[in-house]
Structure formats: structure tokens, C-alpha cells
């Protein structure tokens, strides 16, 4: 993404998991092909259940397990495919391209994450989720990326 390019930051608290879902419903709601979604967060801190709550509301209804050691897992839904990464293990930005990022992105979609693994790998205009734990139930979810994604994570603009 140009520097110069539209963008927007919104905190949200997810009190518990249907916020949670909520939340994964409205990204689900803006995916298209070629869009990468980051989700950052320590471990436990809800980056799993948030993938997990987007493929849901794609449509998905197998099991969606953390794909902390396959890396990545594909998901065939009615709207596009989804591939999950998890960059846990990753230990060079190089193994990303091992990993066919870029052919996930001209397919369909992407959920990352541990994104902070792929150095300048991922794309610049990646929807951007940090996840910060607040207490058992509680997240807060730090939320930036471009413009055209506000209207489907705030619900006050137009979006794509």
C-alpha cells in the first residue's frame, strides 16, 4: 500500500466469544480475492479463534484446527478460497515463498498468522488484527489496514 494511500486504526474489546464471531463475520463479510488479513497476538491471545470465527462465517463447517505444523490449511468456501498460515515455525521470510503465499493471494484469500515471522513478505495492504489478551474472556483487538475495509469493521463508511 502507497504511503499516501487511505487508511483507518479502530480498537474494538471483544467481550467473549460472539464478539469474537462478530467481528470474524464482518471481515468475512469484505474478503475478496487477493486480500491478506494478519493476526498478531501472543499466544492464547485469540488469533486461532478469530480464523476460525472468519471461516465459519464463510460457510465452513469442518474441523478448523490451528495449522501451527502443517503451516497452512485451505479452505474451500462458496465465496473464494482461504488458505490459514501460521508463521509460528517460520525461521527466514524466505520460506514464505515455500509456502506459495503469492498463489494464495491470486486464488483467493489469506489468513496469517504470526505475521511478524514473513519480514517484507506480506502484502502492504494486509488488513492488520493485533489480538492483546485482557483477562480470560476479553481481548482487544488493534485493527488497521486500507480505507476500503471500515465500512465491514466499523459499519460507518462504504466499503468495496
Known amino acids: 500500500m502507497d504511503t499516501d494511500s487511505p487508511s483507518f486504526t479502530k480498537a474494538i474489546t471483544l467481550d467473549g466469544l460472539a464478539a469474537t464471531e462478530a467481528l470474524g463475520a464482518r471481515i468475512?463479510?469484505?474478503?475478496?480475492?487477493?486480500?491478506?488479513?494478519?493476526?498478531?497476538?501472543d499466544l492464547g491471545a485469540g488469533k486461532t479463534t478469530l480464523a476460525r470465527a472468519i471461516l465459519r462465517a464463510l460457510g465452513v463447517t469442518e474441523s478448523v484446527p490451528s495449522p501451527t505444523f502443517t503451516l497452512v490449511q485451505t479452505y474451500e468456501t462458496a465465496k473464494l478460497t482461504v488458505r490459514h498460515f501460521d508463521l509460528y515455525r517460520i525461521k527466514s521470510p524466505r520460506e514464505i515463498d515455500e509456502?506459495?503465499?503469492?498463489?494464495?493471494?491470486?486464488?483467493?484469500?489469506?489468513?496469517?498468522?504470526?505475521?511478524?515471522?514473513?519480514?517484507?513478505?506480506?502484502?502492504?495492504?494486509a488488513l492488520q488484527i493485533r489480538l492483546?489478551?485482557?483477562?480470560?474472556d476479553t481481548r482487544r483487538a488493534e485493527i488497521s489496514g486500507p480505507a476500503d475495509w471500515v465500512h465491514y469493521i466499523c459499519g460507518d463508511a462504504h466499503g468495496r
Not at 468475512?28 to 497476538?41: I, P
Not at 503469492?102 to 502484502?123: F, V
Not at 492483546?132 to 480470560?136: F, H, L, P, Q, V
Open 28 to 41: 468475512a463479510a469484505g474478503l475478496s480475492v487477493g486480500d491478506a488479513v494478519t493476526l498478531e497476538g
Open 132 to 136: 492483546t489478551t485482557i483477562d480470560a
Open 99 to 125: 509456502l506459495g503465499l503469492d498463489e494464495a493471494l491470486q486464488d483467493g484469500a489469506a489468513l496469517i498468522e504470526w505475521p511478524q515471522n514473513a519480514g517484507d513478505r506480506l502484502p502492504p495492504d
